[in-house]
């Protein structure tokens, strides 16, 4: 198993290296098969500590030991861990993301595939913007969590948010209609576009806090809910046993 993203069609990248030279409007269409299409305005993720949300100040607070920033982006969550001291890898797939994070100052970038690289162990895995969302599907997410156990040290911990989206298939009288038969609800499939770039369609997965228990104690982790929200994000901490 591989990430969705590809070093090659990159259009997150393409954009973020497009905003840090200048295109401070650049911004990636998102479409998906369960929502209208949307766009990311890029700025997003070049925020500071102070214009983050709560619950990831929350997790950055969370961090201890060496710290692996898992799809880390732009950079942003470790360059405010590297500014608390702590010891930072920021991991990410796409080679021009990997670049801005040097030039903004982050010192230890490594550019590659979550799953296929040689692990290395860090005591915290830092899993924001629904980081979990890499397991793509529900069956895959066994195998994710494995990944993780491989690149923490002993007693290594995971900080991850994700959301529940049942809101997405609730009815106009409140009732909601999923198809019991079919796949997990928090499977969707995305494509995503920047000028002429555009990915081929891609599984993201969000998990509720319950079915993410279950995985995780049956993959050897204990799971503490450290904070839920009212539009369903959450944020979850796994710890091995």
């Not at 500590?49 to 880390?72: H, I, N, T, Y």
């Amino acid at each position: 198993m591989t990430s969705p993203f590809s070093s090659v069609i990159d259009p997150l990248g393409s954009a973020i290296a497009d905003f840090w030279h200048g295109a401070k409007r650049a911004q990636v269409k998102v479409f998906s098969d369960q929502a209208d299409p949307d766009v990311m305005p890029i700025n997003y993720l070049f925020r500071s500590e102070e214009e983050m949300p709560e619950r990831e100040q929350e997790a950055l607070s969370l961090c201890r030991g060496k710290v692996l920033d898992v799809g880390a982006g732009a950079g942003s969550h470790a360059l405010v861990l590297q500014q608390k001291g702590l010891s930072v890898t920021a991991l990410e797939i796409s080679e021009k993301a990997c670049d801005v994070m040097k030039a903004r100052g982050v010192e230890n970038v490594m550019c590659g595939d979550f799953y296929t690289l040689d692990p290395k162990p860090f005591d915290t895995l830092l899993l924001l913007m629904n980081g979990i969302g890499l397991a793509g599907t529900l069956d895959r997410l066994p195998q994710f969590l494995q990944t993780c156990k491989n690149w923490l040290a002993p007693g290594g911990q995971v900080l991850l948010e994700s959301s529940d989206i049942l809101y997405l298939y609730e009815e106009e009288d409140g009732s909601v209609l999923v198809n019991l038969n079919g796949s997990y609800y928090g499977e969707l499939t995305y494509v995503m576009q920047y000028k002429k770039e555009q990915t081929e369609p891609f599984p993201w997965l969000f998990v509720d806090v319950g079915v993410l228990q279950q995985y995780a104690e049956e993959a050897g982790f204990e799971v503490e809910l450290i904070r839920e929200e009212e539009d369903s994000h959450y944020l979850a901490r796994l710890s091995l046993k």
